[in-house]
């Protein structure tokens, strides 16, 4: 069983950065992709970045392309989310999730939350205008 358990969400003015972090348990994190995902209260959950396994393959959404990079240290069983320029509609429970680990999952990603089979908490970003 993976557990992720994410950090370094709060409060932050637009146009600041934060920094999420995502610990994952399991010795094949490595071969499973992750995914960076966010909601807000009465919205659907909404694809924002992933990365493959070997951290060569990487996708954004269109509304954090420029602004937001999502990156990993296998060794350390840590994905981050780097996010910079922040906007009000920023604002949302960012929450990481990964893959079963696999070779498709090792090159590859994907922005579709039915992909992802394991999920942290979440995390709280609120961005102030």
């Known amino acids: 069983q993976v557990q992720l358990v994410e950090s370094g969400g709060g409060l932050v003015q637009a146009g600041g950065s934060l920094r999420l972090s995502c610990a994952a348990s399991?010795?094949?994190?490595?071969?499973?992709?992750m995914g960076w995902f966010r909601q807000v209260p009465g919205k659907e959950r909404e694809f924002v970045a992933a990365?493959?396994?070997?951290?060569?393959?990487?996708r954004n959404s269109d509304s954090v392309k420029g602004r937001f990079t999502i990156y990993r240290d296998n060794a350390k069983n840590t994905v981050y989310l780097q996010m910079n320029s922040l906007k009000p509609e920023d604002t949302a429970v960012y929450y990481c999730a990964a893959t079963k680990s696999s070779g498709t999952w090792y090159w590859g990603t994907s922005g579709r939350p039915s992909d992802y089979d394991y999920w942290g908490q979440g995390t709280q970003v609120t961005v102030s205008s």
């Open positions: 990365i493959s396994g070997s951290g060569g393959s990487t």
């Open positions: 399991g010795r094949t994190f490595s071969s499973a992709a």
